[in-house]
C-alpha cells in the first residue's frame, strides 16, 4: 500500500474524513447522543484546532522552510522551535481537533470513531513516509528530534 503514500493531500483527507462522519451521523442516526454543552464543546475544539494548525505554519515559515506536505524532501531544515516542542505534527493534529470539533457537533458515536481511523491513515501515509524521508535527509539531527517529541501529542 506504499503507494497511497503522499498522494493524498492531507486537507482532502480531512475533508474526506468529514464528509464520511457527516454520512454516518445521517445514515445512523440512532448512534447520535444528546451532549450537554455541544455547541462549546465543538467551538473549543475547533479554536484549539485552528490555533495548532496556525502555530506550525508561523514555525515553518519562520524557518522559511515548505509546508506543502506531499514533498518532504524539499525541507531545507528541522523545525524544533514553538509547536514543535511539544508535537512533531501540529498540522495533522490541528486537523484532528477540527476534525473532532466536527464529530462533537454531529454528536455520532460513529463520526467520533473515524477520528481514530484519521489518526491511523495520516500515521500510516503521511507522517511515516515524511519521518523516513527527513531521516534520510537530516540524519542524527532529525533522529534526534523524533526521540525528543512525540507523534501526535
Given at each position: ?9 492531507p486537507?482532502?483527507?480531512v ?7 457527516y454520512?454516518a ?11 450537554p454543552?455541544?455547541?462549546f464543546v465543538s467551538?473549543i ?17 519562520s524557518m522559511?522552510?515548505?509546508v506543502?506536505?506531499r514533498?518532504?524532501?524539499?525541507a531545507s ?7 514543535y516542542?511539544?508535537?512533531?505534527n501540529p498540522?495533522?493534529?490541528g486537523?484532528?481537533l ?8 454531529l ?16 500515521t500510516?501515509?503521511?507522517i511515516?513516509p515524511?519521518e523516513r524521508i ?8 532529525y533522529?534526534e ?5 512525540r507523534?501526535w501529542?
Open positions: 500500500m506504499r503507494w497511497l503514500e503522499l498522494k493524498i493531500p486537507l482532502l483527507v475533508i474526506g474524513f468529514g464528509l464520511a462522519m454520512g451521523s445521517w445514515l445512523f442516526p440512532h448512534t447520535s447522543f444528546a451532549m454543552g455541544q455547541p467551538w475544539f475547533e479554536a484549539l484546532g485552528g490555533v495548532t494548525i496556525v502555530s506550525g505554519v508561523l514555525a515553518f515559515r522559511k522552510t515548505t506543502d506536505p514533498s518532504p524532501e524539499k531544515s528541522v523545525v524544533k522551535i514553538g509547536i516542542r511539544l508535537t512533531r498540522m495533522y493534529l486537523m484532528l477540527l476534525l473532532a470539533a466536527w464529530a462533537f457537533y454528536a455520532n458515536f460513529i463520526a467520533i470513531l473515524l477520528l481514530a481511523g484519521f489518526v491511523l491513515y495520516m500510516q501515509f503521511q511515516k515524511e527527513l531521516s534520510e535527509k537530516f540524519g542524527a539531527e533522529e528530534f523524533l526521540s525528543e517529541v507523534r501529542i
